[in-house]
């Protein structure tokens, strides 16, 4: 919310990550999550009853040679100076 009222143009001309640097989860925990989220709600569980998650490796996907990390942790320091933010809620809380 501080970003979107931008008091004193705090939020103008800047970037931020929003995330918790001490949580670490996979794109595929991440997207059982979600899927479970939206299993769990009323509103849009038949919209996941054919939803199936599919295992594919970063070759397969994007072709041979292709690096990335196994682990990203954002950095939340912009947050933190700039509008006081600290992470208070786990991903299962937010969601589930």
Known sequence: MRILKNENDLASQRIFNIGNPSQDYSIREMAETLLQATRDNPDFAA???NVQLV???SGDH???GYQDVQSRVPSINEAR????WEPKVTL?????
């Open 47 to 49: 919209l996941a009853e």
């Open 55 to 57: 295992d594919k490796s």
């Open 62 to 64: 994007y072709g041979q």
């Open 81 to 84: 100076t700039h509008l006081g």
């Open 92 to 96: 299962a809380r937010v969601w589930l």
